[in-house]
């Protein structure tokens, strides 16, 4: 964050050049369980991003309250208090996605996303900023893990599930297939290992390197990953404070 | 690593051989015709589509990659064409030719290409391909649904039966409607295309054997542990032999195994990664849920042999023997 950027600037960064998944590299382990299906994906995208935001609004406001050395402790109360809060809201209002995300809806606590946006963002930033900055981040994380789960859900089962809290339909419906699934109908069949973990890990890092491709496009960097810049850990890390650079 | 093909620098000793990776592909291929012939022979014509298949989509995505990454062509040492054969021989009969084009895209593209092209794939990119078939296509490639015996016709979908290594179990050993050892020998069972035949097989394999292509350690300690712990858990001469010549065993140790990438360099490294594949099999035959587990096995100890080549590192000669550290083992 060395030059100041304009609001717009700090939304439209989350959805590639500084897209959590794809270049940040963070929330790996929730982008590969729910990326199953279209439905689970937004449902995921759309409560981490509540939370995202809500808890960047929160930590910003209170950074200077907070004392730097239990600064993670407070960040972790502050998110955990906003995670039960849409835990409850979706298990009153959409059971079945509560059912369908089961543990990572709670787990989204120790989401590296929202960490490390607090960590990396919120505690250096106003409050209005920080809010967009969450929104974009979570825009961002909500589209890489909606395209994930439309590549696996379609090659692995042959089907979309163009639904949001249970409303909408499905392509098998789409082209009044009934029982069979799109790829059955062309002559084909699904791809079951894309459903499976293998198949996640293999659209991930395709997606990973489309994502490179485009921000390179853009004259940006290949990968952010090294150097403290966009290390989440910069701020406690001992070896900056050492004046070096970690090997990652 | 950037070759210059003008000056060679290199330690001693300076011994020039006539041997080129085309040369020794070529000999793999010629040891692989007669289990062709043998599957053409038992699964008919759908056979041949399968191997054609494989082999053309091996050579063009080798072809089509290397173009891509702006890299020199690669087709010329045959690589392609001894893995499409091996993808080929891993293969039921009755496999769509779509999805097996899909598991010749995985094996150049994924597993070989990606990691730097011949000889920098950490595992067989045929077995890789088969299991990532396995997983994806799991209907096809179950056991029980290998095209059966005298299904030679085109369209034979329907026409399945158990493989050999269905029809055996620790607890019940050979069951009825089992092929007798003589129909396994030869090659008349159903199966993987290329794994029926032990006889051809074995003519392959010692073809490759006295042209020096392959050492015997390999085949020889994996198949010998497999013989070893099936006669022990069965006490049985015939469910032994039929554990031998059934499933993949001949092909995933004459063939796979033997790997130049992917199995260790010196003798005493050989012998640990085919006795620990041996071992494995063997625990996934006789106590695993799935019949058969040599691909399996072979990609467990091809991964691990990076560890066991710094294991059996070999001491410099005129050095002493280092004290074993710690650090030797990790």
């Given amino acids: 964050m060395a030059e100041k950027k304009t609001l717009g600037q700090e939304f439209s960064k989350g959805l590639i050049k500084e897209n959590p998944v794809l270049r940040l590299v963070l929330g790996t382990c929730p982008t590969l369980a729910v990326s199953t299906s279209i439905e689970n994906a937004i449902g995921m995208g759309v409560a981490a991003t509540i939370v995202l935001i809500c808890s960047n609004i929160v930590i910003s406001a209170l950074r200077k309250v907070i004392p ?77 893990l909606t395209l994930m789960a439309a ?42 290992i894309f459903i499976l973990a293998p198949g996640g890990f293999f659209t991930f890092g395709l997606l990973m390197a489309c994502a490179n491709k485009v921000a390179e496009s853009k004259g940006k960097p290949k990968a952010e990953l090294k150097g403290c810049e966009a290390c989440p850990m910069a701020a406690t890390c001992a070896m900056k404070a050492d004046g070096k650079e970690c090997a990652e | 690593m950037e070759l210059n093909n ?53 050579v063009l995505a080798e072809f089509l990659s290397r173009k891509a990454m702006k890299r020199e062509q690669t ?39 990606m990691f730097g ?57 050979i069951k009825d409607g089992a092929p007798n050892l003589m129909q396994m020998f030869i090659g008349t069972t159903s199966g993987c295309l290329g794994e029926v035949s032990a006889l051809a097989l074995i003519l392959g394999g010692i073809y490759l054997i006295i042209r020096k292509v392959i050492n015997p350690i390999i085949p020889c300690a994996y198949i010998g542990t497999v ?39 010196t003798n005493k490294g050989k012998f640990i990664y085919a006795i620990c594949a041996g071992l494995l099999t063997c625990l996934i035959r006789l106590f695993g849920s799935l019949p058969e587990g040599v691909s399996f096995s072979i990609i467990i100890m091809n991964i691990l042999t990076p560890l066991i080549e710094n294991a059996t590192k070999p001491t410099i000669f005129g050095t002493v023997k280092e004290k074993k550290n710690k650090e030797a083992d990790a």
Wanted: aromatic share 8%.
């Fill in chain 2, 6 to 58: 003008k000056l060679t620098v290199s330690a001693s000793p300076h011994v020039k051989s006539a041997e080129t990776t085309t040369g020794i592909m070529l000999d793999v291929i010629i040891a692989l015709i007669p289990a062709g012939i043998a599957s053409i022979f038992v699964f008919g014509a759908r056979a041949l589509a399968v191997i054609a298949v494989a082999v053309i989509c091996c």
């Fill in chain 2, 227 to 265: 013989a070893i712990i099936t006669l022990i858990a069965f006490g049985d001469v015939n469910a032994m032999l039929y554990e031998i010549l059934g499933g993949g065993l001949m092909i995933g140790a004459i063939f796979m195994a033997t790997d130049y990438t992917t199995s260790p360099i």
């Fill in chain 2, 75 to 113: 087709i010329g040492d045959l690589s392609a064409v001894v893995t499409g054969l091996l993808l080929a021989y891993n293969l039921p009969s009755n496999m769509p030719l779509w999805e097996v084009a899909l598991g010749s895209v995985i094996a150049i593209v994924v597993v070989k290409q």
């Fill in chain 2, 117 to 173: 092209g011949i000889g920098q794939n950490f595992v067989n990119p045929a077995l890789l391909a088969r299991i990532v078939l396995m997983s994806a296509f799991p209907a096809r490639m179950s056991a029980g649904a290998f095209v059966g015996l005298n299904n030679t016709g085109w369209d034979v979908d329907g026409v399945t039966g158990a493989t050999p290594m269905g029809l055996i179990t620790l607890a019940d050993g």
């Fill in chain 1, 68 to 144: 730097n050395k239990v600064r993670i402790p407070c960040y972790i109360v502050v998110i955990a208090a906003f995670v039960t809060i849409v835990q409850l809201f979706v298990k009153a209002f959409a059971p079945s996605l509560d059912a369908s995300l089961g543990i990572y809806l709670p787990l989204i606590v120790v989401n590296c996303i929202i960490l490390g946006r607090a960590e990396g963002f919120a505690n250096k930033n106003g409050v209005l900023a920080s809010a967009i900055d969450g929104v974009g981040m979570g825009v961002g994380f909500t589209i890489a």
């Fill in chain 1, 151 to 192: 590549i696996r859900e379609f090659f692995g089962s042959g089907n979309l599930t163009l639904k949001v809290l249970g409303y909408g339909t499905t392509l098998t419906d789409i082209f009044h297939l009934g029982e069979t699934d799109v790829l059955t109908a062309i002559g084909l069949e699904p791809i079951l």
